[in-house]
């Protein structure tokens, strides 16, 4: 019997519901960058939890991430994970870390991730977006789409790291927006990650092989997508739902497809776009990750 969508959310529990505050940090994270360094932005396919206590080639992947960029000042998140009406940023100094998940291996609850929060750039987006009325959060923490990452990513938990909601109520070219007016974070030395799937099929998923054989509509869908993020086709990846078919199978729903707008945005006509994970986990989820920069 497949797993229907119902059923994999409730075992999942996926509710879509400063970095100064040490000087000897502060001073740390300051001279960690030079003036003229300018971040990537990176998107992430984050897939299961379980990813949390896997080692496997996407795993990896994210491990030697660091070698190839500048080391940040803080991270902000834009997780699938976080689902609210209006756009929030968090604004905790020690964000708790959210257990947003069910019925997983009792070790992955065992796992902690004590990052600070970073409330002053966390205030910057709040100055460098004009047109939007950005609310502050004072209780959000690290849902599941940004701590398990950033596990593999920063292990020692050493950079400050808040998060941004998505307004699931907008339409794509809301969040391709909002994503060009943050891309002047990456000159501040902040890693901005999007953090979602491009393709995210619950409902077909094949729970019990995570190295199951991939859907046909899965790759081709993914393929596509990765096509126009070759020719810098924006246009084609806002419009993905005129793809038909093959789009209503791999985005059933767009909140974890949202977060590849945010990076897609902040990409400027100098910026690369490299890809250092391309993969499936479950036949129904892409794991492609990639950076702009």
């Given at each position: ?243 038909g078919m093959v789009a209503r199978l791999s985005v059933p729903t767009p909140d974890h497809f949202y977060p590849l707008l945010y990076i897609i945005g902040m990409q400027d006509s100098k910026d690369g776009l490299s890809y250092f994970y391309e993969g499936f986990q479950h036949s129904s989820i892409s ?7």
């Amino acid at each position: 019997m497949k797993l229907t969508r119902l059923d994999f959310l409730k075992l999942l529990g996926i509710a879509a519901s400063s970095l100064y505050n040490h000087s000897i940090l502060g001073k740390d994270f300051r001279l960690s960058m030079t003036k003229n360094e300018k971040m990537p932005a990176i998107f992430i396919g984050h897939g299961s939890p379980e990813n949390g206590i896997l080692q496997n080639g996407y795993t990896k992947a994210l491990n030697a991430l660091p070698k190839n960029i500048p080391t940040p000042k803080a991270v902000l998140v834009i997780s699938a994970h976080w689902l609210t009406k209006g756009t929030f940023v968090a604004m905790t100094d020690k964000p708790e870390i959210i257990y947003d998940f069910y019925g997983f291996p009792e070790k992955l609850y065992q796992l902690k991730y004590n990052a600070l929060g970073s409330p002053l750039f966390a205030e910057r987006v709040m100055e460098i977006v004009k047109t939007l009325p950005l609310q502050k959060d004072l209780e959000w923490g690290l849902d599941h789409g940004a701590w398990i990452p950033l596990l593999h990513i920063y292990p020692k938990a050493n950079i400050p790291v808040f998060q941004m909601s998505i307004d699931i109520n907008q339409p794509p070219e809301y969040h391709y927006n909002l994503g060009k007016q943050l891309s002047s974070l990456r000159d501040m030395g902040v890693l901005v990650i999007g953090s979602g799937n491009i393709v995210h099929n619950l409902q077909r998923i094949n729970f019990s092989n995570i190295d199951g054989a991939v859907y046909d509509w899965s790759y081709e869908f993914d393929s596509i997508v990765k096509k126009n993020l070759d020719q810098n086709n924006h246009t084609a990846i806002l419009n993905y739902l005129n793809l038909g078919m093959v789009a209503r199978l791999s985005v059933p729903t767009p909140d974890h497809f949202y977060p590849l707008l945010y990076i897609i945005g902040m990409q400027d006509s100098k910026d690369g776009l490299s890809y250092f994970y391309e993969g499936f986990q479950h036949s129904s989820i892409s794991m492609r990750c990639f950076q702009i920069g």
